[in-house]
Nanobody, 119 residues
Framework: QVQLVESGGGLVQAGGSLRLSCVAS????????MGWFRQAPGKEREFVGN????????YYVESVKGRFTISRDNAKNTVSLQMKSLKPEDTAVYYC????????????WGQGTQVTVSS
């Protein structure tokens, strides 16, 4: 059974930083492309960024470029999302997701962790 468990969310002031982690189990982690998504209240889920199998290539949505960094540690089955210069509009539930292929839909999702940025 595949499980993705996010942690690290919380309340932070605008301009602050948070680091989210996602630990995967039940799969061969290095075989999976990993992504981060977020969903704000009343809005659709939004893609944040992703990282390739070996952690060499990352891609980010324009709104977080230069502020968010995705990394992974295949030895620890962990993918992280370092967020800095946070803005109130970054407030959302953040989800990690995994997929076998380099493109297409994601196969597995975590339960999410809440990030709240106060102004």
């Amino acid at each position: 059974q595949v499980q993705l468990v996010e942690s690290g969310g919380g309340l932070v002031q605008a301009g602050g930083s948070l680091r989210l982690s996602c630990v995967a189990s039940g799969l061969t982690f290095s075989d999976y492309f990993m992504g981060w998504f977020r969903q704000a209240p009343g809005k659709e889920r939004e893609f944040v960024g992703n990282i390739d199998y070996r952690g060499r290539i990352t891609y980010y949505v324009e709104s977080v470029k230069g502020r968010f960094t995705i990394s992974r540690d295949n030895a620890k089955n962990t993918v992280s999302l370092q967020m800095k210069s946070l803005k109130p509009e970054d407030t959302a539930v953040y989800y990690c997701a995994a997929r076998r292929s380099a493109s297409g839909s994601y196969d597995h999702w975590g339960q999410g962790t809440q990030v709240t940025v106060s102004s």
